[in-house]
Every structure is written in structure tokens, then in C-alpha cells.
């Protein structure tokens, strides 16, 4: 139960945090991915998307929340966000015959789908995610993979990337860390 408390605890810092910080969300860094337009999503306070030392024009779908799209042409590029007392940089590969230190790239929903369709303003006017992801999967097939009802693990974030990832079942922790959240 101390565990339980503690992982609660954390998630509710890392919201509180959330505003601060930027990030960018897909792609993550080091991925390979195929020819062909990009979908770039990020956020940052007063950030400014930079590809290839180039700003990158980006919508603003929610405050200091970043979406864009581009075509780079194939070979290695760098992509880096600058928010107002931050900077992160990453890089990836896109076209044929990626170099060593690049995975695959696997687009969550592998199609293209509107932000709004998983994010919302709260009242108070706080970007977050609502939870619609059993619009499209099953509940039952997840109580099977999960071992738990879907109100238990609500949080889908704290173990999967929801905008893909270049692991397998676009998860952010392996599973042996995933059940050790709360369970010891
Ligand atoms: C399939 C559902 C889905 C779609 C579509 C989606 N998101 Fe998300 N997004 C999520 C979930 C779930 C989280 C929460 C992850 C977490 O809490 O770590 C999230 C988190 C985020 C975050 C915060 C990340 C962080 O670590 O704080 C940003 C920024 C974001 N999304 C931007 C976007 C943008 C921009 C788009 C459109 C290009 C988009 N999202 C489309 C599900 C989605
Ligand atoms: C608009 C439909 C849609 C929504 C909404 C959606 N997904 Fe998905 N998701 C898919 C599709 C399609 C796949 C690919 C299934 C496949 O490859 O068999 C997928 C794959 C996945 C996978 C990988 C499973 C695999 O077999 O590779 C995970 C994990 C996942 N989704 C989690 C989520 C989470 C968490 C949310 C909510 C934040 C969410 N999905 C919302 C359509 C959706
Ligand atoms: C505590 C970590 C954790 C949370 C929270 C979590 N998942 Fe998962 N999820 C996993 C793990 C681990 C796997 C891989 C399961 C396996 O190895 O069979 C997985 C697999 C999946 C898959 C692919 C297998 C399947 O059931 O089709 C989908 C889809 C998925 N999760 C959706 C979700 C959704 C939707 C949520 C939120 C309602 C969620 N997950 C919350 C850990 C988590
Ligand atoms: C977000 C916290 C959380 C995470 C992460 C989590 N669990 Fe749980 N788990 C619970 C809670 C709360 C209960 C007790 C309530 C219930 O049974 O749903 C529980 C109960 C269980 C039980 C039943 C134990 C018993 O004594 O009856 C099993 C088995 C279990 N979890 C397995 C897992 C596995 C496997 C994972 C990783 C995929 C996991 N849990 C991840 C919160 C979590």
C-alpha cells in the first residue's frame, strides 16, 4: 500500500511539474523513420521548434503545446526544442538504410488522428489527456494483458507512449518495472 501511495504521489508532482519543463514528444530520440511527412509534437513554455538550426513553423493546437508537420528530406537531421529556460535536442533518421544507433519507428495510432481527439483543456484551463483509448481497443483483451480491470490502471501513460515509440508495445518501462510501480 506504501508503494501504491508513493506512485500516486510521484504522478501528481510530475503534473505539477508539467507547465515547466519542455519536451518533445514524438518522435523520440533516435528514430528511424520512413520517407515521407513527419508529425512532430512537443511542449514548452513560449517554445520554438528548430529543425536543422531552421525554426520550424508549428500550430498551437493548446497553449504551449506544439504540433508539426514536415518532410525532411532522407538522411540524419536534428530537431530541437527551446522553451523559455530550457533546450532539448534529438535526432533522427529518415529514408532507407538507417545507420547504427536508430530503431524503427512506429506511429501511435498508426495513422493520422487529430490531437483533440485524446487531449482537452480542463476547466481551469490545463492541457490533459482523456481517457478514450478503448474507443478503439478492447477491454477485454487488455484484462487479459494486464491482470487488472481498466479503472486500476487508468494511467495509461505512466507505462506507454500514446504517440509511438520504437519499443515493442510502445512501452516506456519494461514490464518488470511497470507491475513494480505499486506492486513489490
Ligand atoms: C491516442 C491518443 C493521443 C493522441 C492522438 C495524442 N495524444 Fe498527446 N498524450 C496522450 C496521452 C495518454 C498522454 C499522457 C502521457 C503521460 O501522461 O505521460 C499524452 C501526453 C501529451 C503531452 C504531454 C507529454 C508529457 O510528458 O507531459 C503532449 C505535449 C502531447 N500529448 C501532445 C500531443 C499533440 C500535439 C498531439 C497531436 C499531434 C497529441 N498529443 C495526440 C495521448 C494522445
Ligand atoms: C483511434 C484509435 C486508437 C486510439 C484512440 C488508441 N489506439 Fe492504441 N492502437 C491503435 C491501433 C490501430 C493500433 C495498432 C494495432 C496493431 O498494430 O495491431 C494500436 C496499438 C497500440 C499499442 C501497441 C499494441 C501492439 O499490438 O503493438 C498500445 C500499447 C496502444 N495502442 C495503447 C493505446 C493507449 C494507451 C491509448 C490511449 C492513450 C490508445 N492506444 C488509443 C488505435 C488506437
Ligand atoms: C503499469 C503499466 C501499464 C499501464 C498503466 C497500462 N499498460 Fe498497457 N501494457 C503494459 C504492459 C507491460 C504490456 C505488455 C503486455 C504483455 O507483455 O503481454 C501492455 C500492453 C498493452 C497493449 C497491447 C496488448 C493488448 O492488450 O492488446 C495495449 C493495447 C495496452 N497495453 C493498452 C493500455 C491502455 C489503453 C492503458 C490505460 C487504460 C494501459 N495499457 C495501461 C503495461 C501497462
Ligand atoms: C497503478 C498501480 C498498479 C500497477 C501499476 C499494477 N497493479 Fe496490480 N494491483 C493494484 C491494486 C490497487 C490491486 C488490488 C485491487 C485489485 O485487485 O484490482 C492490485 C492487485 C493485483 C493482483 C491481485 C493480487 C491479489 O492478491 O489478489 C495481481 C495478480 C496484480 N495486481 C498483478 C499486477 C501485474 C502483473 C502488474 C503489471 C502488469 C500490476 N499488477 C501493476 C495496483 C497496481
Redesign the pocket.
Known amino acids: 500500500m506504501r508503494t501504491l501511495v508513493a506512485a500516486v504521489v510521484l504522478s501528481l508532482l510530475s503534473l505539477a511539474s508539467a507547465g515547466e519543463e519542455g519536451k518533445i514528444v514524438r518522435p523520440p530520440d533516435g528514430s528511424f523513420l520512413p520517407s515521407g511527412e513527419i508529425s512532430i509534437a512537443a511542449r514548452g513554455p513560449g517554445a520554438q521548434l528548430e529543425l536543422d538550426g531552421q525554426v520550424l513553423p508549428a500550430h498551437e493546437p493548446f497553449p504551449n503545446v506544439f504540433h508539426a508537420k514536415v518532410t525532411p528530406a532522407p538522411g540524419e537531421h536534428s530537431l530541437a526544442l527551446v522553451w523559455e529556460g530550457g533546450r532539448q535536442e534529438i535526432r533522427f533518421f529518415v529514408g532507407d538504410g538507417a545507420p547504427e544507433g536508430f530503431s524503427p519507428f512506429r506511429l501511435h495510432p498508426p495513422f493520422a488522428i487529430d490531437c483533440q481527439t485524446c487531449h482537452t483543456l480542463s476547466r481551469r484551463g490545463r492541457f490533459r489527456s482523456k ?1 478514450s ?2 474507443r478503439c ?1 478492447s477491454k477485454t ?2 484484462v ?3 491482470q487488472h480491470a ?1 479503472h486500476v ?4 501513460g ?3 507512449n500514446a504517440h509511438g515509440s520504437t519499443v515493442a ?1 510502445h ?1 516506456i518501462v519494461s ?1 518488470d518495472t ?2 513494480k ?1 505499486c506492486h513489490n
Do not use: E, M, N
Request: net charge negative; proline share 4%.
Open positions: 481517457g483509448c478503448f481497443h483483451t487488455f487479459d494483458s494486464h481498466p490502471l487508468q494511467d495509461c505512466l507505462c506507454h508495445d512501452l514490464r511497470a507491475c510501480l
